[in-house]
């Protein structure tokens, strides 16, 4: 694959023009409210009034489809702007901004094919604020391919969120998950939060579950059950090759990266599991919870001082938090009878869970710094396996709403769920991940 360049295009002073624009568009993601941006694109040009339908226009596509991801952005329709979205500039005075004021855009979107659209050519992308007419930021990209498009998409929309949002992970990271290919045989795939660029990775007689991505993005571990034993699964994305570890106990449950790219697992050390830490070579190295109970399910913040898990310990499943600064642990989920397969947010401020309720299994998260507990998931069907996005805004879950188990995605305010495209078949356990670029 070819190179592609990018760079920002300043076509205003940096000090005066550039943090009014972005001042004026940032959108807070984590606070209790957020507003909604509505984005208009114009549509991509090779020349003034000349519309680029070659690789332009799968561009726009890929573009349009990003960001229907995204719960705080709504793309205004085409057929509201009076004039139409053909212009005869794509930056500079002759902007008509007045038509996109005049159609509800706060933000436009131009871009421009200026030696046409076919393979090898270069295309630049500007946002624009339509009230002031201000610059946010441009990006231009050489060299693209057909097969390039998609990649030149989730930079130009992880770039556009960043100016907005603060983090642009989202479009840079990759969901690994549990798939049935039969009955008897499950193996773990790899799949953008998008649904783009799915594969499976492994292929080994058993069931798979529970895999995780390294910080790195060197490995992917998971439990691995065969017909004589338990095992923890390693797959190495440098050659693809997967190898399984066995333990003494023959019971391997839920394993989860530190940021120090250690694995935290579950192992039978007696009649119950505790949480072990392994070495780099993935031998134990020290115990970092046990008790007569069972306790399952280690994810961790950031940082790797804030640790939450499943316990038994008073009963039922609950969730509970382990600060290793500290050495206390304390219990998270306070309502419920049942509360299991916890994700706590990179950032270390919100638990999210799986509750049993009179209605199904749902989705609940607890927010650490004030104490509140609320669903964010609510059905039809059986929500389970949350997991959090590096930027810690996204949660990922399982629900099988349609009768089948697939992937879907909504935020730590809850929203609407939007489906991650995972081809035929149950799809489990699915873990957020930020691959290196």
Not at 172 to 177: G, Q, R
Not at 226 to 250: C, M, T, Y
Not at 293 to 303: E, G, L, M, Y
């Amino acid at each position: 694959m070819k190179k592609i360049l990018s760079f920002v295009l300043v076509l205003f002073a940096c000090i005066s023009t550039a943090p009014f624009a972005l001042a004026a568009t940032m959108v807070d993601i984590y606070g209790p409210g957020q507003n909604i941006v509505n984005l208009s694109m114009a549509k991509p040009l090779t020349a003034p009034m000349t519309e680029a339908k070659g690789l332009g226009a799968a561009l726009d596509k890929e573009i349009r489809y990003n960001l229907s991801f995204l719960p705080f952005m709504n793309l205004v329709p085409d057929a509201n702007i009076l004039g139409g979205t053909v212009l005869n500039a794509w930056s500079g005075a002759n902007l008509d901004f007045r038509r996109f004021q005049i159609g509800g855009a706060d933000l436009l979107v131009t871009s421009y094919w200026g030696g046409g659209d076919n393979n090898g050519s270069k295309v630049e992308l500007r946002v624009f604020e339509t009230f002031s007419g201000k610059f946010i930021f441009g990006n231009a990209y050489s060299n693209i391919t057909d097969k390039e498009v998609e990649a030149v998409a989730d930079k130009f929309c992880a770039d556009l969120m960043k100016a907005l949002t603060g983090s642009g992970d989202f479009f840079l990271s990759t969901l690994t998950f549990a798939k049935d290919a039969s009955k008897t045989k499950r193996d773990i795939w790899i799949v953008s939060p998008t649904g783009k660029n799915l594969r499976q990775i492994t292929s080994l007689k058993g069931i798979a579950m529970s895999p995780a991505w390294s910080p790195d993005g060197r490995y992917i571990v998971f439990s691995h059950i065969d017909e004589g034993s338990h095992a923890l699964g390693v797959w190495q994305s440098a050659n693809g090759k997967v190898q399984r570890i066995r333990f003494p106990g023959n019971t391997v449950i839920g394993p989860s990266f530190m940021p120090d790219n250690k694995v935290a697992v579950s192992l039978s050390s007696g009649s119950q599991p505790d949480i072990f830490l392994l070495d780099h070579r993935f031998r134990r190295e020290r115990v970092l919870e046990n008790s007569p109970s069972i306790d399952v399910s280690p994810t961790f913040d950031h940082s790797g001082t804030k640790m939450v898990f499943t316990s038994n310990r008073l009963g039922g499943p609950q969730i509970f938090l382990k600060d290793f600064t500290t050495g206390t642990t304390t219990r998270v989920s306070k309502t419920g009878s049942y509360n299991t397969e916890p994700a706590i947010s990179p950032d270390g401020t919100v638990v999210a869970y799986t509750k049993a309720t009179p209605q199904g299994h749902r989705i609940f998260v607890h927010d650490l710094v004030t104490g509140i507990e609320r669903q964010v998931s609510f059905g039809p069907g059986r929500d389970e396996h949350p997991s959090f996005a590096p930027d810690s805004y996204f949660l990922a879950f399982v629900s099988n709403r349609t009768g089948v188990k697939q992937i879907y995605l909504i935020t730590r305010h809850g929203g609407t769920a939007k489906h991650v495209p995972t081809g035929s078949g149950n799809a489990y356990f699915p873990r957020w991940g930020k691959i290196p670029r």
